[in-house]
């Protein structure tokens, strides 16, 4: 299943001297409106985990690969916004993994309040430190021991992966410290899913189009909340 992209609008033209026609900021606010909310907190006391994995391979965030200047990141941070400003149950939480694991991974914390967005937003980039691995394995086994189950896990990578086997692992058997999976292919399409995707797995592929990161981490944040209610 892929998410239909939302209608975004085109990015300014670069001014001579390279000063952009409305900065980062303008658009972030553009993402935001065309998110829209992220719904009402279900019914019920029980926690909405989400985790977000991230790739920083050189295949990723190298010289003309698929996100050489982070915003996958930035629209991250986007998405997770607009889910705390909706939160009034405060058991929406929020972690990352990074495939460079031990490095400035989160464990899921709430989102509602103000620390826990904070703490979120500094997780979200790339490590410093981090060696580029394309190995998503071990970021699985740190997801995979976090209190659970998991409402979500969120892959974000170009699939250009050494262990293609640990996510074929995924679609094979949905492992029981997670209830849903969502690919987002910051590329192709991957290739070892088959053309099968199992009932407890979205693959999403994007494109260069400002907004789409944000709007399939948006989706996958609201799978299981409410719709909003309309005010008349």
């Known amino acids: 299943m892929r998410y239909p992209t939302i209608p975004m609008p085109r990015t300014r033209t670069v001014r001579a001297g390279g000063r952009p026609d409305g900065d980062h900021h303008h658009l972030d606010a553009r993402i935001r409106s065309h998110l829209g909310p992220a719904g009402q907190c279900p019914e019920g006391d029980g926690r909405s985990t989400h985790v977000l994995v991230f790739d920083d391979s050189a295949s990723v965030v190298g010289y003309q690969a698929t996100?050489?200047?982070?915003?996958?990141?930035?629209?991250?941070?986007i998405a997770v916004d607009v889910l705390g400003r909706s939160c009034r149950c405060g058991r929406e939480l929020v972690g990352v993994v990074h495939f460079d694991v031990g490095h400035a991974d989160l464990a899921p914390v709430a989102v509602a309040t103000r620390p826990g967005l904070v703490a979120v937003h500094e997780a979200l980039r790339a490590p410093d430190d981090g060696a580029g691995v394309s190995t998503v394995e071990p970021a699985l086994a740190v997801a995979g021991a976090w209190?659970?189950?998991?409402?979500?896990?969120?892959?974000?990578?170009?699939?250009?992966?050494?262990?293609?086997?640990?996510?074929?692992?995924?679609?094979?058997?949905?492992?029981?410290?997670?209830d849903h999976v969502h690919l987002v292919s910051l590329g192709l399409v991957p290739s070892f899913t088959g053309g099968v995707v199992p009932p407890w797995v979205t693959v999403t592929r994007l494109g260069h189009i400002p907004g789409q990161v944000a709007e399939a981490i948006h989706r996958s944040f609201t799978r299981t909340r409410l719709p909003s209610r309309r005010t008349s």
């Open 147 to 178: 209190p659970g189950p998991l409402t979500t896990l969120v892959i974000l990578s170009d699939f250009a992966l050494t262990d293609t086997e640990a996510v074929t692992d995924l679609l094979a058997t949905r492992p029981p410290w997670v």
């Open 67 to 77: 996100d050489p200047v982070g915003r996958r990141y930035q629209e991250a941070a």
